[in-house]
Each structure stands twice: as C-alpha cells, then as structure tokens.
C-alpha cells in the first residue's frame, strides 16, 4: 500500500513540473493536427483510388 501511495505522490509532484500549453497553444495544435489528418487522409485515398484502378486495368 506504501508503494501506491509513493507512486501517487511522486506522480502529482511531477505533473506540477508540466509546462501546460496555453488555451490558444492547444487550439493551434490542435488545428495542426486535424489539417494534417485531413491531408493525410486525401493522399491516401487518392493514392488508392489511383492503385484500385491501375489493378482494374491491369488485372481486367
């Protein structure tokens, strides 16, 4: 019980160390984030529009 009770207090005193983002921080990271999902998400949806019918073609 003595090591759970270390490991909570080690782990509060540790996350007081964090260097929180600020609110407009976080929403540009965020925006970040989505926009890349976004792109990432197109490129590889083209790419495999563009492998399905290189396969169609090939295959038929």
């Known amino acids: ?3 759970i ?3 909570i207090v080690e782990t509060k ?3 007081n160390k ?8 976080l ?4 925006g970040v984030v989505i926009v890349t999902t ?7 949806g083209a790419v495999d529009f ?3 019918n290189l396969m169609r ?3 038929g």
């Open 13 to 15: 005193q540790e996350l």
């Open 5 to 7: 009770w270390n490991f």
């Open 27 to 30: 929403l540009q990271a965020t």
């Open 18 to 25: 964090v260097t929180w983002p600020s609110r407009s921080e």
């Open 1 to 3: 019980m003595i090591g």
């Open 38 to 44: 976004f792109i990432m998400a197109f490129f590889i």
């Open 50 to 52: 563009v492998l399905s």
């Open 57 to 59: 073609i090939l295959l």
